[in-house]
């Protein structure tokens, strides 16, 4: 089978190239860099799909939705040009596997226990959950593309300069404060669960367009910081600036456990232990002096308020 995965080189698209290439030794992976091929390039989209006769596509790449990406402009046209560019060979392919985000439903109130289907309640104020709802819109209508909505994925070879909990693991290996601008509940799935589940729609039809593809269980950035501790020789103070919780940010998954099954989600503890071991030994390759100066703190009060 010949699978052409887009963001390969990001963090999800890593891991699942990473498990493919360990589990499907017969498939046949496609997955140029973007120097390779512009996704924005239409007739070069169309000429790469056709020519390597794909099978299945796995639209990772995308432009935002993270603190270091906050002044990124014309997220919303670029994205959408690529997804489209992607999106109109669904009849040229058995099934295109797209992602979406809990974005979708609006960052600037509380994301409570969301259904798939409550995004359409009220519309996000920010460019990135604006896109990924619109392509939500769009995949409820088509018959073979099914929309993955993520939530908070975690792991190894995630950007640990800001991301909660790489960027903990790696204070608490410097010795350093946990620095929390505000507490907050979210919805995490580690790494190695989410691709599993990937796998799964490979292989499988599903019966919805739409799927949160989350853990269904919240949990707190202190709660998670005391994971840290507890996995470590040394124990970091943990540090909370602002009084009171940031939006929750959590799912019902009901509707792809009901599809999948029985699933066995791995514990953040052991993620976070595993995690630890990674970044143990690749800590001199790092770039401890972001970390130290904590440059993206802040900028995430701005994730929570839309424009």
Request: hydrophobic letters at 35%; charged letters at 30%; a neutral charge.
């Amino acid at each position: 089978m010949n699978i052409f995965i887009t963001g390969s080189t990001g963090f999800i698209g890593s891991h699942l190239k990473e498990y493919l290439q360990n589990n499907y030794i017969n498939y046949k992976l496609f997955t140029p860099s973007s120097k390779e091929l512009d996704l924005a390039d239409e007739k070069s989209v169309d000429k790469y799909i056709l020519s390597n006769e794909i099978d299945i596509i796995i639209h990772l790449a995308n432009r935002g939705g993270g603190r270091d990406t906050l002044d990124m402009k014309n997220v919303t046209e670029y994205n959408l040009k690529i997804f489209f560019n992607i999106a109109k060979h669904a009849k040229h392919v058995k099934k295109i596997i797209s992602f979406g985000s809990g974005a979708e439903y609006g960052k600037h109130k509380p994301i409570v226990e969301a259904k798939e289907e409550e995004y359409f309640k009220e519309q996000p104020l920010d460019e990135y959950g604006f896109y990924k709802s619109v392509t939500s819109k769009y995949i409820e209508k088509c018959d073979n593309i099914v929309q993955l909505r993520i939530f908070g994925a975690y792991g190894e070879y995630e950007n640990y300069r800001y991301k909660f909990i790489s960027n903990a693991i790696v204070k608490n290996l410097l010795h350093l404060s946990i620095v929390i601008n505000k507490n907050v509940y979210f919805d995490y799935i580690y790494i190695d669960d989410l691709v599993k589940m990937i796998d799964w729609f490979m292989h499988n039809e599903s019966k919805e367009n739409i799927y949160n593809v989350t853990t269904g269980k919240k949990i707190d950035l202190i709660t998670l910081a005391n994971y840290v501790n507890e996995v470590s020789d040394f124990r970091s103070e943990i540090r909370v600036l602002n009084d009171g919780l940031n939006n929750e940010y959590t799912s019902d998954n009901s509707r792809v456990l009901k599809e999948i099954g029985n699933f066995n989600f791995t514990s953040h503890q052991a993620a976070i232990r595993k995690m630890r071991e990674y970044f143990k030994k690749n800590l001199e390759k790092l770039d401890t002096q972001t970390v130290r100066n904590d440059p993206f703190l802040k900028k995430i009060d701005h994730m929570w308020k839309g424009k």
